[in-house]
């Protein structure tokens, strides 16, 4: 990311306003410019934001050119709090918005320093790592309770327990169908909402295998095909199609050209929008396909049998690939933009 000199104009990809950036100690206190002399922002070199369907929370780093022995005069002890306000030059949605401060948002939670190197006399560099609240509270407390009902409703008990994650920010949840009594065995809360998603199926579809994260807007309880059809049971449109592209140069259909030494046939807010698009690295979750473990997994072929020690019931359920292939939604097909 980099800031901008104009906060309601976007000049380049990456551009963002940061009206400022507060390292609160322990006991609430914020370094000012009363004690080091000018505004924290001024030490950032970087800010980064890491938010994943893999990854239970948003996660991340802030590095820090130090002219002020930022770290001895805190000092920092890994107790301390980070609030800022990032927006798109120009926004005025709250969507636009990512907003840590501890007034109207949600502060992060630094809990870990790498990458500490002496870059000349008086001069320091190093990362801060950040996470939000939930995931120090993940690592701290542990669940050990029994629950009964919808997964939904268990997940939302968790989340909302001032003895476990006790969250205060807003989740979005896909009812689900089927109920049970569980057992969560000490363990993190997390790890616990995770269990419950290998086991929840969706209320609203025939799709299973839920995802548990976290955005710079709240959480989600939701299923994977969830994210790819609207409420009304209709494939989604796509909100952007990226692609992967050397850096620094344009693709069109008429022509190819750089950006250094020649006239770009992309000009202003278009040449802004195709540089967003473009992906910068990325890489396969799984770049193999092996017949044998899918088909020992079930992939292609199952038969599952559900008894109820209660009522002295079954039920059988079969699945083939190939004959209920086309009853749920894929992420390939025709792409259509919104």
Same mark, same amino acid.
Request: with cysteine; charged share 20%.
């Given at each position: ?85 990032? =927006?798109?030059?120009?926004? !005025?949605? /709250? ?11 949600? %502060?992060?939670? +630094? ?41 939904d409703q268990m997940i939302a008990s968790i989340f909302g327990d001032k003895k476990y994650l ?59 095909? =969830?994210?790819?059809?609207? !409420?009304? /049971? ?11 592209? %050397?850096?620094? +140069? ?89």
């Amino acid at each position: 990311m980099s800031t901008v000199s104009h906060p309601d104009t976007i000049e380049f990809a990456g551009d963002y306003n940061l009206s400022s950036i507060v390292i609160h100690n322990h006991e609430g206190e914020g370094i000012t410019q009363d004690k080091i002399g000018h505004d924290i922002k001024h030490l950032v070199a970087e800010l980064n934001i890491y938010e994943s369907i893999y990854k239970n929370a948003v996660t991340g780093s802030v590095v820090i050119t130090d002219t002020t022995n930022l770290i001895a005069n805190l000092p920092l002890q890994g107790t301390e709090t980070l609030s800022f306000k990032v =927006s798109t030059p120009g926004a !005025s949605k /709250q969507d636009h918005i990512i907003d840590a401060t501890q007034k109207t948002g949600h %502060p992060f939670h +630094i809990y870990k320093l790498t990458d500490k190197k002496q870059l000349s006399e008086g001069l320091l560099a190093y990362t801060l790592h950040f996470g939000s609240r939930e995931f120090m509270r993940n690592v701290r407390t542990r669940v050990s309770k029994a629950y009964s009902g919808r997964f939904d409703q268990m997940i939302a008990s968790i989340f909302g327990d001032k003895k476990y994650l006790d969250s205060r920010k807003q989740l979005n949840f896909q009812r689900t169908r089927n109920q049970d009594k569980i057992v969560i065995p000490n363990i993190h809360p997390f790890a616990a909402i995770n269990m419950l998603c290998t086991k929840a199926l969706a209320d609203d579809s025939k799709s299973a295998g839920y995802h548990f994260y976290e955005t710079t807007k709240g959480f989600h309880f939701r299923s994977f095909e =969830s994210l790819l059809i609207t !409420s009304n /049971q209709q494939r989604r449109k796509a909100k952007q199609v990226f692609r992967y592209v %050397p850096q620094n +140069i344009i693709d069109t259909s008429s022509e190819n050209t750089t950006d250094v030494g020649e006239t770009s046939p992309l000009q202003g807010n278009e040449k802004i929008m195709y540089n967003l698009q473009s992906v910068e690295s990325y890489k396969f979750l799984n770049n193999f396909h092996d017949t044998t473990l899918n088909t020992l997994m079930g992939t292609y072929g199952q038969r599952v049998l559900t008894h109820n020690i209660y009522d002295k019931s079954y039920s059988v359920a079969d699945y083939d690939y190939h004959k209920y292939f086309n009853d749920t939604f894929h992420t390939d097909g025709k792409i259509i933009l919104q």
